[in-house]
């Protein structure tokens, strides 16, 4: 692990010489406050309150998912049964690397043009590393915004978010966006950075709407983004792309992006800025935390298929 005050931001991997390992701006768009606050607890304690929570927050997932507050005086980050901003992810026992797996996976979103919630890694009392997200359905005043996932909206148990499709994320957008053209675009941006990334678990609970202030639906930021493929060898998509969950060349995208109603530019500028977004993702993951040979995999991922959304090769 690199050590404080040298390499890159844990929350937006630019480099820093910050001593606490942060960008002062990256703190005040997490906390508010320009110095980190403490997690003073350690992994196993994490452990014991996740399965505490257990049947008490609406959070699933593979990850145990811890939900946290910041303290009044904003030094420390709580556990908080209710009412949390935060949810914290510690490293799990079955899968390696997960922290920095979605924080540098989240943050190549971001330079592939995908709206993110705050993120950032950071260290807890025994010096293992956990990922920390905003909760974009809280707001700082109190109160929550309405987020409906995608099975939901469906009609669907959580038990089925495996059954379903790009195709019908897509209906789903077209019925329920308050605007679904713009949704569309969006949406099709998401479904090819999650190929492109190796996201074999973007099933319908990780795709939502969320009502804003003003009424209106729009895609929630994008959360649970990891490259799967780091953990489970030769991973596919969780929802099939026009009948096909990988091997999916530029050709296939652009006739799913006819289904989803999207000009053939709009597709192509999509896959253009995706393609276009390589240089900026393998720099991150340069950066990242992640193990040399994760770094290394996930590099040659990327780099073979933006060749392909480019048109190179055929697959």
Not at 70 to 83: F, K, N, P
Not at 208 to 213: H, I, K, P, T
Request: contains cysteine.
């Amino acid at each position: 692990m690199r050590q404080r005050g040298a390499g890159p931001c844990l929350s937006c991997l630019e480099p820093t010489s910050s001593e606490h390992g942060y960008h002062p701006s990256c703190l005040v768009g997490l906390f508010g406050t320009s110095s980190p606050p403490i997690v003073d607890v350690d992994l196993a304690r994490l452990h014991t309150l996740a399965l505490a929570m257990v049947g008490r927050t609406s959070i699933s997932g593979i990850q145990r998912k811890i939900s946290m507050r910041l303290s009044a005086d904003r030094t420390t980050l709580q556990v908080a049964i209710e009412g949390g901003r935060f949810l914290l992810k510690p490293q799990a026992g079955t899968y390696p690397n997960l922290p920095e797996n979605e924080h540098v996976t989240t943050q190549i979103a971001r330079r592939a043009g995908i709206e993110i919630p705050p993120c950032a890694l950071f260290r807890l009392k025994d010096g293992s590393v956990a990922y920390l997200v905003v909760r974009f359905d809280r707001l700082p005043q109190g109160g929550k915004l309405r987020q409906e996932d995608f099975c939901q909206l469906a009609d669907k148990s959580p038990k089925e978010k495996y059954d379903g499709s790009a195709e019908l994320c897509a209906r789903i957008v077209r019925r329920f966006a308050s605007e679904p053209g713009v949704a569309l675009v969006e949406l099709f941006r998401r479904n090819v950075f999650a190929w492109w990334t190796g996201n074999g678990d973007m099933h319908l609970k990780n795709y939502s709407l969320l009502a804003g202030a003003d009424g209106r639906h729009r895609l929630s930021p994008a959360y649970d983004q990891i490259c799967t493929r780091l953990v489970i060898r030769g991973d596919q998509l969780a929802l099939p792309v026009g009948g096909k969950r990988d091997r999916l060349s530029r050709k296939a995208w652009l006739s799913h992006a006819a289904y989803c109603g999207l000009a053939a530019r709009a597709a192509e500028r999509v896959l253009a800025e995706i393609v276009g977004a390589l240089p900026d993702g393998l720099a991150v993951i340069e950066r990242s935390l992640l193990d040399a040979a994760m770094r290394s995999e996930y590099a040659a991922l990327l780099t073979e298929r933006a060749r392909l959304l480019a048109g190179g090769g055929r697959r």
